[in-house]
């Protein structure tokens, strides 16, 4: 176990109460946002030999996460108890931190996506508006036939 030293730091309210809310959203304390946040910010900090059996041993409580979930907010609370929690990232969902959401890796990588989940789930992923590839749009003009410059016909009579 690493040695660690108690410090003190001035802090803006305004910077204080974002900490407080997002140690709430987290459920963790606001020291554990603190240390996230610092050890995002130094790259000599995010590896080692002890944080790689650490890192396999959480991809693997992901994937029991991402298999034994219900639908989304389930596995989504699953998630957040390890740690993470999942982001839209174009098509796909991308594996984030959590509460400091720093990407880690796509959902693929860890065997499923988002069609998958979506379909099990029966149900898009919260805040995505589902649409086909080359769908219709919604609503559709009915001079969307017409040409432009050419009147409409009238219908041919029987």
Same mark, same amino acid.
């Given at each position: 176990? /690493? ?16 900490? /407080? ?5 987290? /459920? ?39 298999? /034994? ?90």
């Amino acid at each position: 176990m /690493e040695q660690q030293r108690l410090i003190s730091i001035k802090l803006p309210l305004s910077l204080i109460a974002a900490l /407080e809310r997002a140690a709430h959203a987290g /459920e963790v304390s606001p020291a554990e946002v603190i240390r996230a946040a610092l050890k995002a910010s130094f790259p000599s900090q995010r590896g080692g030999a002890g944080d790689d059996a650490q890192a396999r041993a959480d991809l693997g409580a992901v994937r029991a996460s991402l298999t /034994e979930a219900q639908g989304w907010l389930d596995l989504q609370g699953r998630l957040r108890a390890l740690g993470y929690v999942l982001r839209v990232d174009g098509e796909g969902l991308m594996l984030c931190t959590w509460p400091i959401e720093a990407q880690i890796l796509p959902l693929t990588v860890l065997g499923t996506d988002l069609p998958t989940l979506a379909f099990r789930f029966r149900a898009p992923f919260p805040g995505m508006v589902p649409r086909a590839i080359g769908a219709a749009p919604l609503f559709r003009s009915k001079r969307a036939g017409q040409r432009s410059g050419q009147p409409a016909r009238a219908p041919d009579a029987a």
